[in-house]
């Protein structure tokens, strides 16, 4: 693992006398891709609030690079470098998508306000989609551009760590496969870090490198996404999970490593011996001969006296 960037250590959480998260830990490294994922009411998106600071942690501690932020509001934690792509998306319908991104890049226009257009561009460099609708309103958008400008409205602040929680909920599968499209390549170009939280399980699997799986607000395995189990994963999450959208075939476009060592440490079957005919008795063959002969003799018979009678 590289060096980790975001760190919770025993975290508990709830609202009232729900008890939602017990005893969490997560280590994600720089530019690593993880995702979270459970049954609905696991705790996902209430851990990933916890860490966002949406969500106040009844024990435990958050450590962003390094510094402890347990107790530090959202705002000054966007400030130090961690992004939130908040479930829903939450756009302001009736401004502009220019004015969204402008409303997201309030810590960084306030710290560094000279440099707010050379970001703006680089968000419109990134998600093509919105630099041909700045103004447009956020509300006459498509489900996908809206999802594009909640990602282009946490981006804008450059962090260092990016929180998603169920970016492709709602999403037609065509606009899926571009949400999926446009953070990969953000990730690929600016190394980024990226936690997601995604009950579409295959399209999470497709994307990041280690998962986390959540039961009942706890974690019961975290690994490669190369080496997870497939029944494990069905254990967890539901024989339903694994049937629905092509989860199956995510795992195995991810473990190509995994079916090359499955194959070369299966057994080779020696093909069947060939049973070796029964010996024929020389009597046997005597009577078949004899069979197939008598037709021909009496066909001579036959001619012979032909001939006889025609002199």
């Known amino acids: 693992m590289s060096e980790p960037i975001l760190e919770a250590r025993a975290i508990n959480a709830g609202f009232g006398a729900n008890h939602v998260l017990h005893d969490i830990d997560l280590t994600v490294g720089a530019g ?19 860490l966002a600071g949406l ?5 435990g501690t958050v450590h962003l690079d390094g510094r402890d932020v347990t107790t530090t509001p959202a705002e000054q ?32 226009r306030r710290r560094d306000r000279a440099g707010y257009q050379a970001r703006l561009d680089r968000v419109y460099e990134q998600l093509p989609m919105l630099a041909e609708r700045p103004h447009a309103l956020a509300g006459s958008l498509s489900g996908g551009q809206q999802a594009a400008l909640a990602v282009g409205r946490a981006l804008i602040n450059e962090p260092r760590v990016l929180l998603i929680d ?23 170009s600016t190394g980024l870090t990226m936690l997601l939280v995604e009950q579409n399980v295959s399209f999470g699997l497709r994307l990041v490198d280690t998962a986390h799986l959540l039961q009942s607000g706890r974690v019961v395995y975290e690994g490669p996404v190369a080496e997870l189990d497939r029944d494990r994963l069905g254990g967890y999450l539901g024989i339903g999970a694994m049937l629905r959208g092509g989860v199956s075939g995510a795992l195995d476009a991810r473990q190509p490593a995994k079916r090359a060592r ?18 024929v008795k020389k009597a046997a063959i005597k009577k078949a001969a004899a069979k197939t002969a008598a037709p021909a003799k009496k066909a001579t018979t036959k001619q012979a006296a032909k001939r006889t009678t025609a002199r």
Do not use: C
């Open 166 to 188: 169920e970016p492709s909920a709602g999403l037609a599968p065509v606009i899926i496969e571009q949400l999926f499209t446009v953070l990969r390549d953000v990730a690929a």
């Open 32 to 50: 690593e891709l993880h995702g979270i994922f459970g049954l609905n009411g696991a705790g996902k998106s209430v851990f990933l609030k916890v």
């Open 262 to 279: 499955a194959r070369r440490a299966a057994p080779v079957k020696a093909a069947p011996a060939t049973k070796k005919a029964a010996p």
């Open 77 to 108: 934690r966007v400030a130090m470098g961690m992004g939130h792509v908040p479930q829903g998306r939450l756009m302001f319908g009736e401004l502009t998508v220019e004015e969204n991104l402008r409303v997201g890049a309030y810590t960084s």
């Open 55 to 59: 969500v106040p942690a009844w024990s």
